[in-house]
């Protein structure tokens, strides 16, 4: 039997095992315990990354791919002249989230939130490595990430809650047609959104301001990443999305407040009503308006542009999306809650036993 490493990558404004919180609050398991502990006490071999909470889909997969290999951070010659940041980071050489890194390594990368923008655009650096950063820099120079060849070590993505498409939470904002001060939110709601929304607000410092999450999560940026992205053939494919919206008889979507986390009620309220285009003229419809507080469970199935199938137990396929049903809870039920307890444990037992018995 292959022995697979479970790579699980969090969202924005997340952490994982690099950092102190996650001892005495796991992001992986919030009000249940350590998910982590859990499976591996179960016999899977699971880590917890910590990527930069509001960087960037770029500089976090540079920052994974250096936990993995157990080297330095190096996010590139031409991307940190581009968004000016320095070019190296942080070393992981005297601790790497895997002992051994080579052709023998069989990984599993599952992302929650905007960690499955990460994992998937690191999936595609590992294959295909980057032409610009080739171009840029000479060989000896260049980060193996860039370099590709590496896509035999990847056999499964996992993409969880995870605004693959962007999500609507911050376009609305940018469409000069969407009023959100007209919508009525109770006050209790309005409160706890602002306390969600300083937690995730993002200080720019002197790099680029493309050079972040929220930028990414952009519906038409996150679509132009997506371009870039391609699915591996030999590579199986899973992806869940949230759900706590209850559709109106007017077609519009309000949260469920018994599944819903009082900081997602204003946001979940406004994606709910929202119908409107991006800045870069996509269509943003009806079918959007579903949603788990702070992504559109459309965006979280699979990105538009792949290929795509319900999940069939019997039938699982390499090289495209498998969409596993909608997880009855918010944005922050498959972490284990807030406020709002959830167990997902049963959850991630299933994926795991699901994925293992592929290889």
């Known amino acids: ?46 880590h917890a990354a910590s990527v930069d909470p509001k960087g960037s889909a770029w500089d976090r997969a540079c920052e994974l791919y250096a936990q993995l290999a157990g080297t330095r951070v190096d996010y590139g010659r031409a991307h940190s002249l581009k968004y000016n940041h320095d070019r190296y980071g942080r070393s992981f050489a005297a601790e ?29 650096f590992l294959a295909e490595g980057d032409e610009e950063e080739q171009k840029a820099t000479y060989p000896a120079d260049t980060s193996p990430l860039f370099l590709g060849g ?25 469409d000069p047609g969407f009023h959100p001060e007209e919508v009525k939110v109770p006050l209790k709601y309005e409160m706890l959104s602002k306390l969600m929304r ?36 030999h590579v199986y494919y ?7 919206t209850i559709r109106q008889p007017d077609g519009t979507y309000l949260p469920d407040v018994s599944k819903t986390e009082g900081m997602f009620v204003r946001t979940s309220t406004l994606m709910g009503q929202y119908k409107g285009k991006t800045p870069g003229g996509v269509e943003i419809g009806e ?23 319900t999940f069939d137990k019997d039938r699982i396929e ?29 959850f991630y037992e299933e994926l795991m036993a699901i994925i293992s018995a592929l290889f």
């Open 1 to 46: 039997m292959t022995h697979l490493q479970f790579i699980f990558c969090h969202g924005l404004s997340g952490w994982g095992e690099y950092d102190r919180r996650y001892k005495r609050i796991p992001y992986w398991g919030m009000r249940t315990g350590d998910i982590m502990a859990h499976l591996r006490n179960l016999g899977y071999d699971c």
């Open 96 to 124: 790497p989230l895997i002992p051994e890194w080579n052709d023998d390594t069989r990984i599993v990368l599952i992302g929650h939130s905007f960690g499955g923008v990460t994992v998937r655009l690191l999936a595609g």
């Open 150 to 174: 590496m896509g035999n070590r990847i056999v499964a993505v996992v993409t969880l809650a995870a605004p693959s498409n962007g999500t609507v939470s911050y376009d609305m904002y940018l």
């Open 198 to 233: 300083g937690s995730t607000k993002v200080k720019k410092e002197e790099k680029d301001a493309r050079d972040y999450a929220d930028y990414d999560m952009e519906i038409d940026h996150a679509m132009a990443i997506n371009s870039r992205i391609h699915l591996l053939p």
């Open 238 to 244: 899973f992806s869940v999305a949230c759900s706590s």
């Open 287 to 309: 079918d959007w308006r579903p949603n788990d507080g702070l992504v559109n469970v459309i965006s979280a199935r699979a990105p538009f542009n792949d290929p795509r199938k």
């Open 318 to 346: 390499p090289g495209m999306w498998n969409i596993l049903p909608d997880y009855d809870g918010d944005h922050g039920s498959l972490q284990g809650g807030f406020a709002l307890k959830h167990d997902p444990r049963p």
